[in-house]
């Protein structure tokens, strides 16, 4: 069966700081990888996609692709109280998504 | 990105009974899905609603239960059928091409 692994957490970081968050996936044929924020009752927003190993930067945040480990990572520096919401890694795997239990960031003040 | 209006935002229904919800679109998809996603969950994938051809199901999910209509390239609508409390979650639409999906606001649902 296809997964996607992430850390529930909670992951605190104060404010200011860089919040790291990390996803491992079982399908080495996939090709498209995304992160999602969903806020506590409401649903999921695309904030970041990677399609290539390496690096990809949007403002904020990073993310991060190594095809060969198997691994997808999230960076957010200057994390702020409004970045505090649940993050969903999701993997791509025939034309659907696979998605992670999710990470819940909390940034304190 | 594709802007998805999803209604009912929330519905609380009797057991035994049926639940349509709606997915609009403002701009022609390939394809549409239909995810469950319930409390301190992640999403599952209930179906896959392709225009012109049957919607594709997860395992673990029939169409008897969660039939899906797909008229055009913009509108779907997934049914909840028979409704018993462990069918309460909220149900999301979401659709997009080559699976960089946007999600609507979401459906959810308790049943009494």
């Known amino acids: 069966q296809k997964e996607v692994e992430q850390n529930s957490g909670p992951l605190s970081v104060p404010e200011g700081a860089i919040a790291s968050l990390n996803c491992t996936y079982s399908?080495?044929?996939?090709?498209?990888f995304f992160w999602y924020r969903q806020y506590s009752g409401k649903s999921p927003e695309l904030i970041m996609f990677?399609?290539?190993?390496g690096d990809k930067e949007d403002g904020r945040f990073t993310a991060q692709l190594n095809k060969a480990s198997q691994y997808v990572s999230l960076l957010i520096r200057d994390s702020q109280p409004s970045d505090s919401a649940t993050y969903l890694c999701?993997?791509?795997?025939?034309?659907?998504?696979?998605f992670g239990t999710g990470t819940r960031l909390q940034v304190f003040p | 990105s594709a802007v998805i209006s999803q209604k009912p935002s929330r519905d609380i229904c009797q057991r035994g009974t049926s639940l349509t919800i709606q997915c609009q679109v403002d701009s022609q998809v390939t394809m549409m899905f239909w995810y469950r996603q319930q409390p301190g969950q992640s999403l599952t994938l209930i179906a896959t609603a392709n225009q012109g051809s049957e919607a594709t199901y997860e395992s673990g999910f029939v169409i008897d239960k969660f039939p899906i209509s797909r008229p055009n390239l913009t509108f779907s609508t997934l049914t909840v059928s028979n409704m018993s409390p462990e069918d309460s979650s909220i149900y999301l639409c979401?659709?997009?091409?080559?699976?960089?999906?946007?999600f609507g606001q979401g459906t959810r649902l308790t049943v009494v």
């Open positions: 979401s659709a997009g091409e080559a699976t960089e999906a946007f």
């Open positions: 999701a993997v791509s795997s025939t034309d659907k998504l696979i």
């Open positions: 990677i399609y290539s190993n």
């Open positions: 399908d080495r044929g996939s090709q498209s």
